[in-house]
């Protein structure tokens, strides 16, 4: 079995270090998973300590460094930090039709003209 420490393999039985390369550095399919979760996110969401801890949980699972046991309390604390950054970091809503009539109600009570008010 193969462990990985400060960027080199080790193997356990034999005490043997490989130097982490492109080849073993390669995203597994749950980091991918983490990674186009945070795409969705403002970028400071993404350099935060909980998204950090995603995509160090992701390549424990990918690297299977995991107690199979284990793996589903992984996963479940990656889908509850993704709920907590959701939290923190709403999505804008669009703007949808009431929304568009108070901003034209107010720029008319404020004088503005009908292309004014999209701008601000």
Same mark, same amino acid.
């Given at each position: 079995?193969?462990?990985?420490?400060? $960027?080199?393999?080790?193997?356990?039985?034999?005490? %043997?270090?490989?130097?982490? =390369?492109?080849?073993?550095?390669?995203? $597994?399919?749950?980091?991918? !998973?983490? &990674?186009? =979760?945070?795409?969705? %996110?403002?970028?400071?969401?993404? =350099?935060?300590?909980?998204?950090? =801890? &995603?995509?160090?949980?992701?390549?424990?699972?990918?690297?299977?460094?995991?107690?199979?046991?284990?793996?589903?309390? %992984?996963?479940?604390?990656?889908?509850?930090?993704?709920?907590?950054?959701?939290?923190?970091?709403?999505?804008?809503?669009?703007?949808?039709?009431?929304?568009?009539?108070? #901003? #034209?109600?107010?720029? #008319?009570?404020? $004088?503005?003209?009908? !292309?004014?008010?999209?701008?601000?």
């Amino acid at each position: 079995m193969w462990a990985v420490r400060r $960027g080199y393999y080790t193997c356990e039985p034999c005490g %043997f270090l490989r130097e982490e =390369s492109k080849e073993t550095g390669n995203m $597994g399919d749950v980091e991918a !998973g983490v &990674m186009k =979760s945070l795409e969705a %996110f403002p970028p400071e969401a993404t =350099s935060c300590a909980l998204a950090q =801890s &995603m995509i160090y949980l992701a390549r424990l699972l990918d690297r299977e460094e995991v107690n199979p046991r284990d793996a589903p309390a %992984f996963q479940k604390e990656i889908r509850q930090t993704v709920a907590q950054l959701e939290g923190m970091y709403p999505a804008e809503p669009e703007d949808d039709v009431t929304a568009t009539a108070q #901003k #034209k109600r107010a720029a #008319k009570m404020a $004088g503005l003209n009908e !292309g004014e008010w999209q701008d601000g």
